[in-house]
């Protein structure tokens, strides 16, 4: 597949109600999908504009912080922006009714197989997939540190998490091991009528960087996403993890820059 299949792909397959399985409610304004998650978090997100001009673009801005306003349990709302979209002047509305520009992150697309690859892991690191209340909290901890989070949110993405899970909707979340402690973990989400499978929130403690954990937790996603008849993997990934991504065959097809606003 070229970089234009694939970027085709996910155009068509994943900027769908397919892109929020966790999603608690939807509304529809224009082209855009006004999505709420549980812990107060809005989300903005769409298949494209539809030609739209800027003074169009800025309406649906201000009718879609409207409709979170309303709402006095959203505390934060995400436009997720990418890069190919025809868009004029939403960057420059977003930031004028205050939300504010995060880290800018590759789209990489590829195909599954080609992340299927032995990867030797360090001796004692072991992998495994984590279900239970006590693990997922576990590694959420962990993430915070791994992530650097300035403040911590390891509790409201576990409770997130252990919502999914209950929805048995084929997430799986996987964590790699030493002596006991959980030194990286990512999630596999294979995407519902698609032949998609997500690949997100990788992460590995800054000690244990550099030993091939996280590529071959990778891998161990992408064999999972096989068995389940998924063929396409993709990630919004930062700079730290898309070398390792390119070097299994995914390629960047875009980037992705979420704009956040909060009360």
């Known amino acids: 597949m070229t970089t ?3 970027l085709k792909a996910y155009d068509e397959q994943l900027r769908t109600d397919a892109e929020t399985p966790s999603a608690i409610d939807t509304t529809r304004l224009g082209p855009l999908r006004l999505v709420t998650f549980a812990g107060g978090r809005g989300f903005v997100t769409y298949e494209n504009l539809d030609g739209a001009d800027a003074p169009t673009i800025e309406t649906w801005i201000d009718g879609a912080l409207e409709h979170y306003k309303q709402d ?3 505390e934060r709302v995400e436009w997720k922006t990418r890069a190919h979209d025809h868009a004029p002047g939403l960057y420059e509305a977003l930031m004028g009714r205050g939300f504010v520009p995060d880290e800018t992150e590759s789209i990489m697309i590829g195909e599954a197989r080609a992340l299927d690859v032995e990867v030797p ?3 004692g690191v072991t992998l495994r997939t984590v279900t239970s209340e006590t693990d997922v909290h576990a590694m959420t901890a962990m993430l915070d540190i791994a992530f650097d989070e300035p403040e911590p949110i390891a509790d409201e993405m576990a409770k997130a998490l252990l919502r999914r899970l209950s929805l048995d ?3 799986e979340l996987w964590v790699a091991e030493a002596d006991g402690e959980m030194v990286s973990a990512g999630r596999l989400e294979p995407v519902a009528g698609t032949t998609f499978a997500g690949i997100w929130g990788g992460a590995t403690l800054k000690e244990w960087r550099g ?3 996280y590529r071959a937790l990778t891998a161990a996603r992408a064999r999972s996403a096989l068995a389940s008849g998924k063929t396409l993997m993709n990630s919004d990934s930062t700079e ?3 070398p390792i991504l390119e070097k299994s065959g995914l390629v960047k ?3 992705t820059t979420p704009y956040v606003w909060r009360r």
Do not use: H, K, N, Q
């Open 211 to 213: 030993r091939g954990i």
């Open 169 to 171: 909707d084929g997430m």
């Open 121 to 123: 892991l360090p001796d």
């Open 4 to 6: 234009s299949d694939l």
């Open 253 to 255: 097809v875009s980037e």
């Open 240 to 242: 730290f993890s898309r």
């Open 72 to 74: 006095a349990e959203i």
